[in-house]
């Protein structure tokens, strides 16, 4: 069984610029999740969606935005950028009906320059 | 704010020692899981814990979930080079639906 996927695998933008990340879920999986990871840091909350709809975000503005497809793969587009969104952005999925366990596809590395 | 406490957030030691990482809350969790996570890649499922007091062994690492399900710990008997990453605990609060990660432990073994 595949796992989660993510691409691109490094993704390089300049101020001002939009990027555009893609996940695909487990098969069978409904749910997706957006993180970010600072290097260094821990892995904050960006976006769950759940059966086409944003079900709940992170503290994060307006800029970080996504969507789920009805296949259930999910896009999150950064708009703006900044230096501080360079990044590892993990996606994540899980089961439906399942309220724990996620499983995490390799990331995107955003870098701003 | 439900949060997961990890200790140590740091941990440098040399193969064949062992090691306890604590993940600690003053939230009650229905379960609670482990991941590891290399550098540049995502963060890899170990194991689920779902019962108070509950104890899983996967080879060389042993994991613990408290009896009131508020806190757990993550056990390694004679650490491998291998072993080194980042451990994060992580779980969904009792009466959320928010799954929250522990600010994890930085591993390093040294040949």
């Known amino acids: 069984e595949a796992g989660v996927t993510q691409s691109p695998t490094h993704l390089i933008k300049t101020r001002g610029q939009q990027a555009t990340l893609r996940c695909s879920p487990i098969?069978?999986?409904?749910?997706v999740y957006w993180y970010q990871q600072a290097l260094g840091l821990g892995l904050q909350f960006l976006l769950w969606?759940?059966?086409?709809?944003?079900?709940n975000r992170g503290n994060f503005p307006p800029r970080f935005s996504g969507r789920q497809f009805p296949n259930y793969s999910s896009e999150l587009n950064v708009n703006a950028l900044e230096l501080e969104d360079s990044a590892l952005y993990l996606c994540?999925?899980?089961?439906?009906?399942?309220?724990?366990?996620?499983?995490f596809g390799p990331g995107t590395r955003l870098t701003v320059l | 704010t439900q949060l997961l406490e990890q200790s140590p957030q740091f941990l440098s030691i040399q193969e064949g020692e062992n090691l306890t990482v604590y993940c600690n809350s003053s939230?009650?969790?229905?379960?609670l899981q482990w991941y590891r996570q290399e550098p540049g890649e995502g963060p890899v499922l170990l194991v689920t814990?779902?019962?108070?007091?509950e104890v899983k062994k996967l080879k060389r690492l042993t994991f613990q979930f408290g009896d009131a399900r508020k806190d757990s710990s993550l056990h390694i008997t004679a650490a491998q080079p291998g072993d080194t990453g980042l451990y994060l605990c992580?779980?969904?609060?009792?009466?959320?639906?928010?799954?929250?990660f522990g600010t994890g432990t930085r591993l390093k073994v040294l040949a």
């Open positions: 939230s009650v969790f229905s379960s």
């Open positions: 994540a999925s899980r089961p439906w009906g399942s309220t724990d366990t996620q499983y």
């Open positions: 814990v779902v019962t108070g007091g």
């Open positions: 969606y759940d059966e086409g709809e944003e079900r």
């Open positions: 098969s069978g999986h409904t749910s």
């Open positions: 992580a779980g969904v609060p009792s009466g959320t639906y928010k799954y929250i």
